[in-house]
């Protein structure tokens, strides 16, 4: 049997509703991604968080994040991000998901394990996994009966093109790679914080990258630069067999960002 993900990233909401990002209002666009992810997939086994969700970082606007959520009942994990408060993510978010339907931090069904990563590294921007959290998920893949497992995290574990993203990457990638690659049941790696659409593989290991249900970043660029696509998420169809099926929905109706506006956030 397959088993069906959302992946909604990146929404940089504020506690005021109305205020806008890059000329997006990301109250709204958050809002429409949702209603296109619950029109289109009414029916999912796991939805995961991921990082930047909210700009301000403030318990108000984590309440709103779980508050939006459509009514699928089905398991939610978080990847906190560098836009994140650790203190308003155990407080605010992590209750409201309990009370909205459940949270975790690891989910196996059939034949699939997902594990959710944090690496959240306190007054920067680019990503860090802890030595214990690389300790951690050394000991959870070493004793998963799961014939395949995916990970998740906010920042991006390989290099994707954009000189300037990559600056602001998982710093210790290399030491992420270093655990998975004792691990042949590892099928992919899940990220966001690139704002935009990525596949690739390093080695075995199956890399995507999903958009913001914001504002978009052009790739392949030097330095900041944003997209007009429309904001967006990822879905996947786990296979049985190991193979995964995924693609990007886009929403329609909202106005490019202020392509003009080249300083980063």
Same mark, same amino acid.
């Given at each position: ?40 997939f ?5 939805l ?10 403030k ?29 308003a ?43 214990? +959290?690389?300790q951690?998920? !050394?000991?959870? &893949?070493? *004793?998963? $009966?799961?014939?395949?497992?995916? @990970?998740? /995290?906010?920042h ?27 691990f042949?049941?590892?099928?992919a ?12 593989m ?15 970043? +052009?790739?392949?660029?030097? !330095?900041?630069? &944003?997209? *007009?696509? $429309?904001?967006?998420?990822?879905? @996947?169809? /786990? ?27």
């Amino acid at each position: 049997m397959s088993i069906r993900l959302l992946h909604i990233s990146d929404s940089h909401l504020y506690s005021d509703p109305a205020a806008l990002l890059k000329g997006v209002c990301t109250y709204q666009s958050y809002k429409a991604v949702l209603a296109d992810a619950w029109q289109q997939f009414p029916d999912i086994d796991c939805l995961i968080l991921g990082g930047d969700m909210a700009q301000d970082e403030k318990p108000a606007t984590y309440a709103t994040i779980a508050r939006l959520l459509p009514e699928w009942q089905a398991p939610v994990m978080i990847t906190p991000g560098n836009h994140a408060s650790m203190t308003a993510l155990n407080d605010t978010l992590i209750p409201a998901l309990h009370r909205h339907s459940s949270y975790a931090d690891q989910w196996q069904q059939h034949a699939w394990q997902v594990i959710a990563l944090n690496s959240h590294q306190a007054g920067h921007i680019a990503g860090r996994l802890p030595d214990e +959290a690389l300790q951690r998920l !050394q000991s959870e &893949l070493s *004793a998963s $009966s799961a014939s395949h497992i995916l @990970l998740a /995290l906010h920042h991006h574990p390989i290099p994707i093109g954009s000189r300037w993203l990559d600056r602001i990457g998982l710093e210790n990638r290399d030491a992420l790679w270093a655990v998975i690659d004792q691990f042949p049941n590892v099928r992919a790696v899940m990220c966001g914080h690139i704002h935009q659409a990525f596949d690739a593989m390093h080695g075995t290991v199956r890399v995507l990258g999903t958009p913001s249900t914001a504002v978009q970043f +052009a790739p392949a660029c030097e !330095q900041f630069t &944003l997209d *007009a696509l $429309s904001p967006g998420y990822r879905w @996947l169809e /786990l296979m049985e067999d190991g193979s995964i099926q995924t693609g990007i929905n886009r929403i329609s109706g909202f106005l490019p960002p202020d392509l003009n506006n080249t300083t980063p956030y």
